[in-house]
Nanobody, 129 residues
């Protein structure tokens, strides 16, 4: 069982920055591909970014490329999302999620879907114009 706890959300003006953190319980954090997803009011949940279990590979949805950076510290069981140049359309509840990487898969593999094994409770990010 893995528990994920997000933090770092808040209210920021357009153009500002926030750094989200997601702390995971357990000793198997490095076996999971981690991702961040978000859900704006009235909209479906949207994938944002993913990182391989080694941290060597990352993936971003087009709308955040060049502004957001996903990273992880396996020694601290934590994944981060650095968000710069924030826009009002980035306003959403941000969730981190974990997907176990099957044995034998490359350490550079990351999962970009919605069928994750574990989810955090979410943290609100509000960007004012």
């Amino acid at each position: 069982q893995v528990q994920l706890v997000e933090s770092g959300g808040g209210l920021v003006q357009a153009g500002g920055s926030l750094r989200l953190s997601c702390a995971a319980s357990g000793r198997t954090f490095s076996t999971y591909s981690m991702s961040w997803l978000r859900q704006a009011p009235g909209k479906e949940r949207e994938f944002v970014a993913a990182i391989s279990r080694s941290g060597a590979s990352t993936y971003y949805v087009d709308g955040v490329k060049g502004r957001f950076t996903i990273s992880r510290d396996n020694a601290k069981n934590t994944v981060y999302l650095q968000m710069n140049s924030l826009k009002p359309e980035d306003t959403a509840v941000y969730y981190c999620a974990a997907r176990l990487v099957p044995s034998g898969y490359s350490s550079r593999y990351y999962y970009t879907g919605y069928d994750n094994d574990y989810w955090g409770q979410g943290t609100q990010v509000t960007v004012s114009s």
